[in-house]
């Protein structure tokens, strides 16, 4: 909002200085009609004197009337002089009052700026507002369903509950008979298991027999070698570099120990089941390319177990005690690579055990 004074134009001087003029003329008209006239008068003898008279007194009030327009003349430029006065002064008033209307031009710039700030404040307010309630409306119906699916829920949970009750009477009741079912088994197992100490008691004392008369059986022999409840016996006696063929000596060491193994067949009770594993071990040195007969290490052991096997059985061991397995370079008993660890790592182990 802008304030404008408008300044009012003072006619005043124009009109004074016009006045002065136009009394000017008057008088210079009147002194060339005296002038006229008396000229007109001197020169009619009848009326000379006469003339001459009222001419005097004629010009007499003339005179008084022109200093009378002196006077006036002189209080007009008085007058005027206060005018031009009253004028400048109100020109410096109207200075002062157009400063003081740019202060408050500025003043209300200012104010009108604050309130447009305040204005733009309140709309996003409002706008925020506005948005805040359409919020709280959505959360208010979000709080409804929410409330809907609980109850929802509730119901469905109330009805799982009582299923579960049901559910867990039952199991309960399977529970006690299930407790009588296994201090049944209970007493079953504790009895297998005794059984079956009194069986491995049985097997250990036939593995230090099995032990001892295959060690008198293959007398000094330093190619087999007892480890635990083990027999070792090298590679290298039963079978030809990367072969699963039996050597001749290595069939005349199976067979002696054969013997042991149908002589300890008839000493152990029908009632261990007892048999004789068989594994095959190789060292780390890879298959050669090309080789058809076998794939990998564990393949070759498996072969060179399964010869063992069969040569057991065909020595009179019963099949169905041996077990043949392969381990290929998987357990080794040295991991040097040097020639003799090497030579360790390809074995047959023989274990008597049970099932």
Not at 106 to 111: G, K, Q
Request: net charge negative.
């Amino acid at each position: 909002m802008n304030i404008r004074f408008k300044e009012k134009t003072n006619t005043w001087p124009a009109f004074v200085d016009l006045f002065s003029n136009l009394v000017i003329i008057l008088i210079f008209l009147l002194i060339v009609f005296v002038f006229l006239w008396t000229t007109t008068s001197v020169f009619n003898k009848d009326s000379g004197t006469k003339a001459i008279a009222e001419l005097k007194k004629t010009n007499e009030e003339q005179a008084q009337k022109i200093t009378q327009m002196t006077a006036d003349e002189e209080e007009a430029k008085r007058l005027l002089i206060l005018a031009r006065a009253e004028l400048e002064n109100l020109t410096q008033d109207n200075l002062a009052l157009n400063t003081e209307l740019a202060e408050v031009d500025i003043s209300v710039e200012e104010l009108i700026a604050d309130y447009e700030a305040k204005i733009s404040e309140l709309t996003t307010q409002l706008n925020q507002a506005n948005v805040d309630k359409a919020a709280t409306k959505q959360l208010e119906q979000d709080r409804k369903d929410l409330q809907t699916e609980l109850e929802a829920q509730r119901a469905s949970l109330s009805e799982q509950l009582l299923k579960l009750q049901s559910a867990l009477s039952a199991a309960e009741e399977k529970s006690r008979e299930q407790e009588i079912q296994y201090v049944e088994m209970s007493n079953k197992l504790n009895k297998a298991l005794a059984d079956k100490v009194a069986e491995l008691n049985k097997m250990a004392e036939y593995q230090s027999e099995f032990y001892k008369a295959v060690k008198t059986a293959l007398g000094d022999r330093t190619t087999i070698q007892q480890d635990g409840d083990r027999f070792i016996i090298s590679s290298d006696i039963l079978f030809g570099s990367g072969s699963y063929t039996l050597s001749p000596e290595g069939k005349n060491q199976l067979r002696l120990i054969a013997n042991v193994i149908k002589d300890l067949e008839n000493q152990i009770p029908t009632d261990i089941d007892w048999i004789i594993r068989i594994d095959g071990h190789t060292d780390r040195q890879q298959v050669m390319r090309g080789t058809k007969a076998y794939k990998n290490n564990t393949e070759l052991s498996l072969l060179r177990a399964t010869a063992v096997a069969d040569e057991l059985a065909k020595a009179g061991v019963s099949r169905r005690r041996l077990v043949p397995s392969g381990f290929g370079d998987l357990y080794p008993v040295e991991l040097g690579t040097d020639q003799e660890s090497m030579q360790k790592n390809r074995r047959i182990e023989l274990q008597l055990t049970n099932r």
